[in-house]
């Protein structure tokens, strides 16, 4: 017998909660999945609510003490922000190779705690514009 009548209160968000999360497990278990975990159990925990919230993340660097700020993706997704959190300059560097993308973004996030210099070094710069550090979809 199939159910015509009205939803109970507070069902409705049970069955997007438990869809949620049936949707979120199998993402888990693709290399992007298991990617983005990683790279979640690797951020400090006000950087794990900067990227759930805001879809980015920032870092120190380890010889300047500039900030950087992380956004997803593979190439040209991170930049030097001023003191009043706008992007300064973009910063283009990446792994070798095809990677998830958490895995670079986590790639990225070490190498620039530990060895800001060298990634300095490499790195191609530029001047951001308007959409080249906007916000997208949350990966966090």
């Known amino acids: 017998m199939s159910r015509l009548m009205r939803p109970r209160p507070g069902e409705r968000s049970r069955k ?3 869809r949620a ?3 979120r497990h ?3 278990r693709t290399p992007e999945g298991r990617s983005l975990r990683l790279l979640r159990e690797w951020l400090s925990p006000l950087q794990r609510t900067q990227f759930a919230k805001k879809g980015y993340f920032e870092v120190v660097g380890s010889d300047t003490g500039k900030q950087y700020r992380i956004y997803p993706g593979t190439m040209l997704n991170v930049c030097e922000i001023d003191e009043k959190g706008r992007p300064r300059l973009g910063l283009c560097f990446r792994t070798m190779g095809e990677l998830p993308i958490g895995d670079v973004m986590l790639a990225q996030k070490i190498a620039l705690e530990n060895c ?3 990634v300095l070094e490499v790195a191609k710069s530029s001047v951001p514009d308007v959409f080249m550090f906007r ?3 949350l990966l966090g």
């Open 116 to 118: 800001e210099s060298s």
């Open 21 to 23: 999360l049936f949707i």
């Open 26 to 28: 199998g993402a888990e």
């Open 135 to 137: 916000r997208g979809r």
């Open 16 to 18: 997007r909660a438990v």
